[in-house]
């Protein structure tokens, strides 16, 4: 059986977690290193993996992610590779997202949350590098599986080619060339039912709210400084009154949401106010 996805959540958290910076802050100074995900994974109901966007990791790191968080209630988004995004520019990446996904992901079972593919401001849009890319990709664990099966010999640390549950998959896209805004671009998006990431980015890229998936997927990295800047409370109820306007009603989505001003310890203070203000608009 797939996860049931009939229960519309919000999901709101922080893109990463491993900061040095942030301990004597956010983490209390008697809470060592390797217990910084435990500590953040009680305090939110997600947190956005992003060193897989850097480097494959292996089964075990997986499966260490998994045992330091809640049984319940609780997923990761897992960001995806940039020699995928960045280096194979999305083309001819059969083998490089088999890595990927059998370097430990199915371990993630029910806490499995969206995959982010961030794509970089380098390249333009075009519609059949993006409908390709997007068929490739699984659309649960069992189609994960047959993706790992096509790892290569990068993978040095071992392969995980079974999912330890059947869940469903979403995907969502990050992108930062002014000529993915567009219908074009959101169409393809909506054919897949995959979600177009509403980022803020303090004015760097080009903005926009475009809904196209039955979740939404919010990064929020800075309104005025691009990963430094903090949210006002002003901004931070406008943005639960967005996520409330997206949840709610006959089209009710879920919602993720990570903050990724992390530069000056603003994110974890700045989900977690966010996160209380969600709250109070369920009562």
Not at 193 to 203: K, L, P, Q, S, Y
Not at 274 to 279: G, I, P, S, V
Request: proline content about 4%; charged content about 25%.
């Amino acid at each position: 059986m797939l996860m049931d996805r009939a229960m519309t959540r919000r999901y709101v958290g922080i893109s990463g977690y491993d900061y040095p910076g942030w301990r004597g802050t956010f983490y209390p100074p008697d809470v060592p290193r390797r217990s910084w995900l435990g500590f953040a994974s009680r305090v939110f109901n997600s947190v956005e993996l992003n060193g897989t966007f850097y480097s494959l990791k292996s089964p075990a790191v997986f499966e260490r992610w998994v045992a330091e968080v809640p049984d319940e209630d609780f997923v990761f988004a897992v960001k995806g590779g940039r020699f995928i995004t960045h280096n194979l520019k999305l083309r001819n990446c059969e083998s490089a997202l088999g890595n990927f996904f059998a370097s430990g992901i199915l371990a993630l079972g029910n806490k499995t949350g969206p995959f982010l593919w961030q794509l970089p401001a380098t390249y333009r849009f075009d519609a059949e590098r993006m409908d390709s890319f997007m068929r490739s990709l699984p659309r649960d664990s069992g189609d994960g599986e047959a993706v790992a099966r096509q790892h290569d010999y990068r993978l040095k640390r071992g392969a995980l080619l079974r999912a330890t549950a059947r869940v469903a998959y979403r995907h969502a896209f990050e992108v930062r060339h002014p000529s993915y805004f567009s219908d074009e671009f959101y169409d393809i998006l909506r054919a897949h039912g995959n979600a177009f990431v509403i980022a803020d980015t303090a004015g760097k890229f080009d903005y926009a709210e475009a809904v196209t998936a039955d979740f939404v997927y919010v990064r929020l990295h800075g309104s005025s400084a691009l990963y430094s800047s903090d949210y006002t409370d002003e901004e931070l109820t406008a943005w639960a009154a967005r996520i409330r306007s997206w949840t709610a009603g006959a089209q009710r989505r879920d919602a993720y949401v990570y903050f990724d001003n992390d530069a000056k310890v603003h994110a974890p203070y700045n989900a977690m106010q966010l996160a209380d203000l969600c709250a109070q608009s369920h009562s």
